[in-house]
RNA sequence: GGUACCUUGCCCGAGUGGUUAGGGACCGGUCUGCAAAACCGGGGACAGCGGUUCGAAUCUGCUAGGUACCUCCA
């Protein structure tokens, strides 16, 4: 039975579903106003994960996961103005093009991960009546206040009734001492209170009407506003990265329960931090590498460019609560390490039934649910995996035999483990069909030729047809009585 | 300063109080006209110092080092 870590209580829970055979799903998205990094990889793949097994195991799931394309305000020389309306001038373009340009590339940076896209894609642009109505509710509740055209949640007021903080585990006393001046600050009663819609200033773009100013929702408004929206006053799961714990998350949950007089998320997940030379990869610190980079090779710390499942894989090689450390090294170990479970993948289907079984490959499908049940442990799934791989090899190589039922279940363990689950895609022969058989069998017959070269002793002949097909990119095996070839 | 977390072999990275994680690199072997690849096998570890225990990498205390959040962040 599938256990996860609940951040709210601090240790592993058994799964148990709101409603029987259904699942709903929570997952902050992008802010679109830049292209995603191998941060952004972390949390898509890790949920990606999560629904594809919430799905193994039979569950219906629906995933939500948002595009937040307003509201975010920056902290630098331009305070109070809307990262995206920042942008936009800065590119002479308008806020709603931009926010499509990073959702389109977003989207395709995904699909190349192996990310399915969610049930619902909701942006928080297409949803500020429902914002509104949200926040109209936590004023009627009386744990909000209107102060100069903007509405500020009334923290002080809600921690008398509720836990401010359960997430997070601070408590007011540290955040009044702590909280620094920001903007805004004087129209607010406490340091600690934020934002729930904020008036614009003149100069922003991206403002619509509301009962109180010309303006935009706060920046935790639109979670739990689309949340409760699509999968109801209390759901399930709810996801994100660890950097959004505080105050994201907590205000979230300080939203929803002011609102509707009840927690909404009954289990919180969040996945740890991808780090380069052990600090955090982020858009504050500028030390991180864009997906794109990583596919063409083209940043100064890669030694070379990394398929997109490389780099699916090297996510899934660490537990998605670890902080995983990049670096050009580990990405190629990664590299290798998928090399050799897609040539097992390959071998499997090749490999011919016999009599009997000579060599134990039961038992998989029971570890590997097993690892998956322990809050997603992917790490042990691969090493059941690596295992399995070398058994296959042994039967490949002809000191073993697998009976044709055993091949049977095994071939159905690796298709449902590393492909549907861990979203591996093991053929890289993309394009049609009929392209691709027609370039397998000339490559075949090159080294067929070659083949006959060599039987003939013709080495210079076999040298140079495979030399050439070296340089071409190819890689030849010479086996015992053939040949292997991959690009 | 407050809060939380981390420290595993050359590198990456799992881990239940007692039994092999796994991958990469390396070394040895198989194969081979040569080569490459592939495959098989192998060694090595738990930051330091105490404590609990029959037994601790795993629990506890201290020390050292590091990270995250407290401000936009996946």
């Given at each position: 039975m599938l256990q996860i870590y609940n951040t709210l209580t601090r240790q592993k829970e058994y799964f148990r579903p709101l409603n029987k055979g259904l699942v709903g799903m929570y997952v902050c998205g992008p802010t679109v106003y830049g292209d995603a990094h191998l941060g952004h990889a972390r949390p898509a793949i890790t949920f990606d994960l999560l629904y594809r097994y919430l799905q193994y195991i039979g569950y219906k799931v629906r995933y939500v996961r948002n595009i937040t394309d307003v509201g975010h305000l920056e902290?630098?020389?331009?305070?109070?103005?809307?990262k995206i309306a920042k942008k936009a001038r800065l590119e002479q373009l308008e806020p709603m093009e931009v926010v499509q340009y990073y959702t389109n590339r977003y989207h395709h940076d995904m699909e190349q991960l192996g990310v399915l896209p969610p049930s619902i894609e909701p942006h928080a642009s297409g949803h500020i009546i429902e914002q509104i109505a949200f926040i109209q509710k936590i004023l009627d509740k009386g744990y909000a206040y209107i102060s100069n055209g903007s509405v500020y949640m009334d923290v002080e007021k809600y921690a008398k009734d509720y836990h401010y903080g359960k997430l997070s585990g601070r408590n007011l006393q540290d955040i009044v001492t702590e909280t620094r001046e920001l903007d805004g600050q004087d129209e607010k009663k406490h340091s600690y209170d934020f934002a729930l819609w904020k008036k614009a200033a003149p100069e922003h773009i991206m403002h619509w009407p509301s009962p109180w100013s010309e303006g935009f929702p706060g920046w935790h408004m639109e979670c739990s506003t689309m949340g409760c929206k699509y999968l109801g006053e209390q759901f399930d799961i709810h996801g994100g990265g660890m950097?959004?714990?505080?105050p994201h998350h907590e205000a979230e949950i300080a939203q929803s329960c002011a609102a509707l007089?009840?927690?909404?998320?009954?289990y919180w997940m969040h996945n740890n931090m991808i780090t380069i030379a052990g600090k955090k990869m982020g858009k504050s610190y500028n030390n991180f590498i864009t997906l794109e980079q990583f596919f063409t090779g083209?940043?100064?710390?890669?030694t070379k460019p990394f398929s997109p499942m490389t780099i699916r894989f090297f996510i899934l090689m660490?537990?998605?609560r670890s902080t995983v450390d990049f670096s050009s090294e580990a990405l190629e170990a990664a590299e290798k390490g998928l090399a050799r479970l897609t040539e097992a993948y390959t071998r499997l289907q090749k490999l011919q039934p016999a009599a009997t079984s000579t060599i134990d490959t039961g038992g998989l499908k029971e570890k590997c649910e097993e690892a998956m049940d322990d809050d997603l442990n992917s790490p042990i799934v691969i090493s059941h995996l690596f295992d399995s791989a070398r058994a296959i090899n042994t039967i490949y190589d002809g000191k073993a035999t697998i009976s044709s039922a055993d091949l049977e279940q095994l071939k159905a363990v690796w298709k449902t483990f590393?492909?549907?689950?861990?979203?591996?895609?093991?053929?890289?022969?993309?394009?049609?069909e009929q392209h691709a058989e027609a370039y397998k069998g000339a490559v075949d017959m090159l080294l067929e030729l070659r083949l006959k070269a060599k039987q003939n002793k013709d080495w210079a002949t076999s040298d140079t047809i495979r030399d050439r097909l070296i340089k071409l990119g190819f890689n030849i095996k010479d086996m015992k009585d053939g040949f292997e070839w991959s690009l």
């Amino acid at each position: 039975m599938l256990q996860i870590y609940n951040t709210l209580t601090r240790q592993k829970e058994y799964f148990r579903p709101l409603n029987k055979g259904l699942v709903g799903m929570y997952v902050c998205g992008p802010t679109v106003y830049g292209d995603a990094h191998l941060g952004h990889a972390r949390p898509a793949i890790t949920f990606d994960l999560l629904y594809r097994y919430l799905q193994y195991i039979g569950y219906k799931v629906r995933y939500v996961r948002n595009i937040t394309d307003v509201g975010h305000l920056e902290h630098d020389a331009d305070e109070g103005e809307d990262k995206i309306a920042k942008k936009a001038r800065l590119e002479q373009l308008e806020p709603m093009e931009v926010v499509q340009y990073y959702t389109n590339r977003y989207h395709h940076d995904m699909e190349q991960l192996g990310v399915l896209p969610p049930s619902i894609e909701p942006h928080a642009s297409g949803h500020i009546i429902e914002q509104i109505a949200f926040i109209q509710k936590i004023l009627d509740k009386g744990y909000a206040y209107i102060s100069n055209g903007s509405v500020y949640m009334d923290v002080e007021k809600y921690a008398k009734d509720y836990h401010y903080g359960k997430l997070s585990g601070r408590n007011l006393q540290d955040i009044v001492t702590e909280t620094r001046e920001l903007d805004g600050q004087d129209e607010k009663k406490h340091s600690y209170d934020f934002a729930l819609w904020k008036k614009a200033a003149p100069e922003h773009i991206m403002h619509w009407p509301s009962p109180w100013s010309e303006g935009f929702p706060g920046w935790h408004m639109e979670c739990s506003t689309m949340g409760c929206k699509y999968l109801g006053e209390q759901f399930d799961i709810h996801g994100g990265g660890m950097d959004l714990m505080f105050p994201h998350h907590e205000a979230e949950i300080a939203q929803s329960c002011a609102a509707l007089g009840h927690d909404s998320v009954r289990y919180w997940m969040h996945n740890n931090m991808i780090t380069i030379a052990g600090k955090k990869m982020g858009k504050s610190y500028n030390n991180f590498i864009t997906l794109e980079q990583f596919f063409t090779g083209k940043h100064e710390l890669l030694t070379k460019p990394f398929s997109p499942m490389t780099i699916r894989f090297f996510i899934l090689m660490a537990h998605y609560r670890s902080t995983v450390d990049f670096s050009s090294e580990a990405l190629e170990a990664a590299e290798k390490g998928l090399a050799r479970l897609t040539e097992a993948y390959t071998r499997l289907q090749k490999l011919q039934p016999a009599a009997t079984s000579t060599i134990d490959t039961g038992g998989l499908k029971e570890k590997c649910e097993e690892a998956m049940d322990d809050d997603l442990n992917s790490p042990i799934v691969i090493s059941h995996l690596f295992d399995s791989a070398r058994a296959i090899n042994t039967i490949y190589d002809g000191k073993a035999t697998i009976s044709s039922a055993d091949l049977e279940q095994l071939k159905a363990v690796w298709k449902t483990f590393v492909i549907d689950i861990l979203g591996l895609k093991m053929n890289n022969s993309a394009g049609n069909e009929q392209h691709a058989e027609a370039y397998k069998g000339a490559v075949d017959m090159l080294l067929e030729l070659r083949l006959k070269a060599k039987q003939n002793k013709d080495w210079a002949t076999s040298d140079t047809i495979r030399d050439r097909l070296i340089k071409l990119g190819f890689n030849i095996k010479d086996m015992k009585d053939g040949f292997e070839w991959s690009l």
